[in-house]
């Protein structure tokens, strides 16, 4: 099992940046992949940005060139840094992980939230 922490949310405005990160622990030897997803209320959960071991990267059309996703192998920590936060990217975010040779997350934290005002 790995359990997986978040922290970081909160409420800013507009134009400001924040930045999340996700704390691993338990068997994460097993882990390749980290990464973010978003949920809206009502809606799927769905991939902001991921990484994995060897520091390859995805994002959401929608975050590219306003968020960086960064890990940290010897603390297990994942971090997002997201700039010039938009209203629309108010969302709960999740943080997940997913084991070696699969391709959908195995785990998942509490999720945090992160609420833009205009």
């Known amino acids: 099992q790995v359990q997986l922490v978040e922290s970081g949310g909160g409420l800013v405005q507009a134009g400001e940046p924040l930045r999340l990160s996700c704390a691993a622990s338990?068997?994460?030897?097993?882990?390749?992949?980290m990464g973010w997803y978003g949920q809206a209320p009502g809606k799927q959960r769905e991939l902001v940005a991921r990484?994995?071991?060897?520091?390859?990267?995805d994002y959401a059309d929608s975050v590219k060139g306003r968020c960086t996703i960064s890990r940290d192998n010897a603390k297990n920590t994942v971090f997002l840094q997201m700039n010039s936060l938009k209203p629309e990217d108010t969302n709960v975010y999740y943080c997940?992980?997913?084991?070696?040779?699969?391709?959908?997350?195995?785990?998942w934290g509490q999720g945090t939230q992160v609420t833009v005002s205009t």
């Open positions: 997940a992980a997913t084991r070696m040779g699969k391709y959908a997350p195995d785990y």
């Open positions: 338990g068997s994460i030897v097993s882990i390749n992949s």
């Open positions: 990484i994995n071991r060897a520091g390859r990267t």
